[in-house]
């Protein structure tokens, strides 16, 4: 089963970028649709972006022109370029597989921590 890793998380002040890297093991990475997570303090976890197979992309309505999803499955990374950092983005964020229905893999990584304050 393919499991991810999630780095590049940090304290960052507001209106401040950072992006986010999820590498994968295993071998076929290029056949999953993605997605990032995030997990904020006593929030649910959400889906924050997501890519298909083929490179299709899709947002949350929060962080739609300020975040960018993409891929490289040559290197089997996930990336999420995140501008314009509020302080409501603050949270763990997390990478995963989804299904055509949407639905996200069963397994998570430790995920990264990104925290937006002044």
């Known amino acids: 089963q393919v499991q991810f890793v999630e780095s590049g998380g940090g304290l960052v002040q507001p209106g401040g970028s950072l992006r986010l890297s999820c590498v994968a093991s295993?071998?076929?990475?290029?056949?999953?649709?993605m997605g990032w997570y995030r997990q904020g303090p006593g929030k649910q976890r959400e889906l924050v972006a997501g890519i298909s197979n083929v490179g299709n992309t899709n947002y949350a309505d929060s962080v739609k022109g300020r975040f960018t999803i993409s891929r490289d499955n040559a290197k089997k990374t996930l990336y999420l370029q995140m501008n314009s950092l509020k302080p409501e983005d603050t949270a763990v964020y997390y990478c995963?597989?989804?299904?055509?229905?949407?639905?996200?893999?069963?397994?998570w990584g430790q995920g990264t921590q990104v925290i937006v304050s002044s």
């Open positions: 995963n597989s989804r299904s055509a229905l949407g639905t996200a893999g069963s397994v």
């Open positions: 295993g071998s076929i990475f290029s056949v999953y649709n």
